[in-house]
């Protein structure tokens, strides 16, 4: 039953467009020699922001180093001293510290001098909004519930239960250590190549690339890993065993 | 420390009110000291559930407003002696209240309490972030049903992202006989999604409606219907005691279902 087209395969395409910019409207992380940069995004509530970034600072912690350096992009954030001092004292919970604040508002750069970080005053004109194509892989530990969005440019490793109502959407490959049980988009950027991995998958609904798929009605879930990849432009799923015989 | 907890739910309509005044009012009965505030503002309904709605003179929008103190707000409960409602204004939308003020007025509370339980409104908006400001445990209150799961499990989301730690998780109008036919949801359904601590499965019961139409809470009846029972237990769970859940098959039964299911066990 190799590769044999277990779902049925929808005519329409994915509702979002295919080059979209996956990590715009998240708070996005992303690392490089200098440690860690936490970029802000702009169009969102304040609320919405601080509940993104708490849930991203509980379920990555797991995966980076004791008192990583970090650099806040704010954008044109306003942030007062409270905010500030309220951000710097939760991040340093998940051993980060706040060392660089970029902001384009005055008053954010004020603020933040005032409390010592070093500041990156850069003009609404001139600021490049930094696009975080980061196609590293995002490493999460955290039961994705409903409700939640994940986006990522790169593939997305998720140990813990994507529950229904909750969406992963990656560059990349898609790997659920635990229950698929929501959305995911593997190859949101058009890549074909991209899978989705779980240990038992029980999806909303699965999308690679452009092709959008969804489960039969019925029927038993096999207890084994599945692995979901597109052939021919059809969404196919089989057996961790199955696929790997395939591939070789 | 007192312990502030908040009741909350993502759908409408599971029962959060009702589970609020019997669990108040049996935390109470225990001889704690507990005060039950409606959080819902603009459409309050926790006095009526407790039969205290005549005796509403101030609520905490006054309160908040500084045009009277807090203990003029607070409403004793004559029949349950530990037990005082703070009301919410029915005459005010939810804006009305911000969530600095609602902390400040919890905190209040917790000082002179052993119990602050905060009935919650329904769903996400200003509303809720006004109701957990002050809370530090949450218990989520869902019928086995899909859709209220699936809200239960995004407020999940939210409480954590609030930091609020424990949060508990209270299964409400379950039918046994309707999990054994496979038409409802079991209670391990639920809890393998929500994947959080169980501290209560609440059977459905007619006496609740009657119950909440005379604003008698089914707690205090002399003859507890199941439901009371259950309720009961809960309230012990919170204190700490450890209660045997009961086999969820037998919630609802009468003398004769269980001998005879107990029998068919015994043939097959």
Known sequence: ?248 | MSRVIVMTSGKGGVGKTTVTANLGTALARLGRSVVVVDADFGLRNLDLLLGLENRVVYTALEVIAGECRLEQALVKDKRTPNLSLLPAAQSRNKTAVKPEQMRELIDKLSSSHDYVLIDCPAGIEQGFRNAIAGANEAIIVTTPELAAVRDADRVVGLLEAAQIRPTRLIVNRLRPDMVAASQMMSVEDVVEVLAIPLVGIVPEDREVIVSTNKGEPLVLSSNPPLAAQALQRIARRLEGETVDFPDVASLGESFWERAKRFLNQRVI
Not at chain 1, 219 to 237: A, F, K, R, W
Request: hydrophobic share 40%; with cysteine.
């Open chain 1, 1 to 248: 039953m190799t590769g044999s087209p277990v779902l049925n395969p929808q005519g329409s395409p994915p509702p979002t467009p295919a080059s979209r910019n996956l990590a715009a409207g998240t708070v996005y992380f992303r690392s490089d020699s200098q440690g860690l940069h936490l970029h802000l995004p702009a169009g969102m509530d304040w609320d919405e922001v601080w509940e993104s970034l708490i849930w991203q600072l509980r379920s990555r912690k797991p995966f980076w180093a004791g008192a990583t350096p970090l650099t806040l992009w704010s954008q044109d954030w306003e942030l007062d001293l409270p905010t500030l001092q309220t951000l710097s004292a939760l991040v340093s919970q998940y051993q980060l510290q706040l060392r660089r604040v970029q902001t384009t508002i005055r008053s954010t750069a004020i603020a933040a001098a005032t409390l010592g970080y070093s500041v990156e005053q850069s003009s609404p004109l001139e600021a490049i909004p930094p696009v975080p194509t980061d196609t590293t892989p995002l490493y999460l530990r955290s039961t994705v519930r409903s409700g939640t969005a994940v986006r990522h440019s790169g593939s997305v490793f998720l140990l813990g239960d994507l529950n229904p109502g909750g969406e992963i959407i990656a560059g990349g490959d898609i790997w659920v250590w635990g229950r698929l049980r929501g959305v995911v988009h593997a190859g949101a950027n058009g890549d074909e190549k991209a899978l989705i991995l779980a240990l038992q998958l029980d999806p909303t609904q699965l999308r690679i690339a452009d092709q959008v798929a969804r489960p039969p009605e019925a029927g038993s879930l096999p207890n084994t890993p599945e692995v979901v990849y597109l052939q021919d432009n059809v969404i196919c799923i089989a057996t961790i065993q199955d696929f790997l015989r395939r591939e070789v």
